[in-house]
């Protein structure tokens, strides 16, 4: 659901550090979380709001980053019943190249419904809106527009808003069952994500001739 201060909220958020995420534990077995199992994750991109100084991205490339996100840290989870994770994207900023100490950082701002498959019902009842900037690393204080593609700031933008999405369901646990309850021989803790710490293919870029992060470039974005 759009939200009027959506631009508001954007502006402020490209010039500070707000919900920077720490994702390296992608690499680790995922902390428990009842029963879960990833069923569908939807993403929905329909006129979001577009921040001032901001690259322009596809819709399609928001939809391919975020699912991709999303399954890399919802996947490592091996329980017996499914979830599915529905966003939509309100507004972004894809922090364009301009003086490292102006530059603007990039954000995302979304809603996040999460539904139980065997109730056929949502477990919040409002959308839980979401308002990010990328992983926390030395290229983001000073503006990844410097250092990164589009696709590349999408990527970390993703990443940054499952970490903070799964942050938000673990402080809900009664959603996700009793995991005494699954059968050992059919479930497990789960296990480390396979892309954890990598630039998969989709999302590459080449530079000097070489290419960076995988073995082709997706170029599903306009910047």
Same mark, same amino acid.
């Given at each position: 659901?759009? +939200? &009027?201060?959506?631009?508001?909220?954007?502006?402020?958020?490209?010039?500070?550090?707000?919900?920077?995420?720490?994702?390296?534990?992608?690499?680790?077995?995922?902390? &428990?979380?009842?029963? $879960?199992?990833?069923? /569908?994750?939807?993403?929905?991109?329909?006129?979001?709001?577009?921040?001032? $100084?901001?690259?322009?991205? !596809?819709?399609?490339?928001?939809?391919?980053?975020?699912?991709?996100?999303?399954?890399?840290? $919802?996947?490592?989870?091996?329980? =017996?019943?499914? $979830? /599915?994770?529905?966003?939509?994207?309100?507004?972004?900023?894809?922090?364009?190249?301009?003086? &490292?100490?102006? @530059?603007?950082?990039?954000?995302?701002?979304?809603?996040? !419904?999460?539904?139980?498959?065997?109730?056929?019902q949502k477990l919040n009842d409002e959308p839980e809106i979401f308002t990010v900037s990328e992983e926390l690393s030395q290229q983001q204080l000073i503006g990844?527009?410097?250092?990164?593609?589009?696709?590349?700031?999408?990527?970390?933008?993703? +990443?940054?808003?499952?970490?903070?999405? /799964?942050?938000?369901?673990?402080?809900?646990? =009664?959603?996700?069952? =009793?995991?005494?309850?699954? =059968?050992?021989?059919?479930?497990?803790?789960?296990?480390?994500?396979?892309?954890?710490?990598?630039?998969?293919?989709?999302?590459? +870029?080449?530079?000097?001739?070489?290419?960076?992060?995988?073995?082709?470039?997706?170029?599903? @974005?306009?910047?």
């Open positions: 659901m759009f +939200r &009027p201060n959506t631009c508001t909220a954007m502006a402020a958020a490209a010039v500070t550090l707000s919900a920077c995420a720490v994702t390296d534990d992608l690499a680790e077995v995922p902390e &428990p979380m009842g029963r $879960f199992l990833l069923g /569908h994750t939807v993403t929905v991109v329909d006129s979001p709001e577009i921040g001032p $100084f901001s690259r322009e991205a !596809t819709d399609e490339a928001w939809t391919e980053a975020i699912n991709f996100a999303m399954k890399e840290r $919802f996947g490592r989870y091996d329980g =017996d019943q499914y $979830f /599915h994770i529905a966003t939509k994207v309100d507004g972004y900023v894809l922090a364009m190249t301009g003086i &490292p100490v102006l @530059s603007p950082k990039s954000v995302l701002i979304v809603s996040v !419904t999460v539904w139980d498959d065997a109730k056929g990844t527009s410097l250092t990164k593609t589009a696709d590349e700031q999408m990527l970390s933008l993703a +990443r940054s808003l499952a970490k903070n999405v /799964h942050d938000w369901m673990l402080e809900n646990p =009664d959603w996700f069952g =009793d995991a005494a309850l699954m =059968d050992p021989a059919t479930t497990s803790a789960g296990s480390p994500a396979a892309t954890a710490g990598t630039v998969p293919a989709q999302f590459a +870029r080449v530079k000097d001739g070489q290419l960076e992060g995988g073995t082709e470039v997706g170029g599903t @974005s306009s910047g």
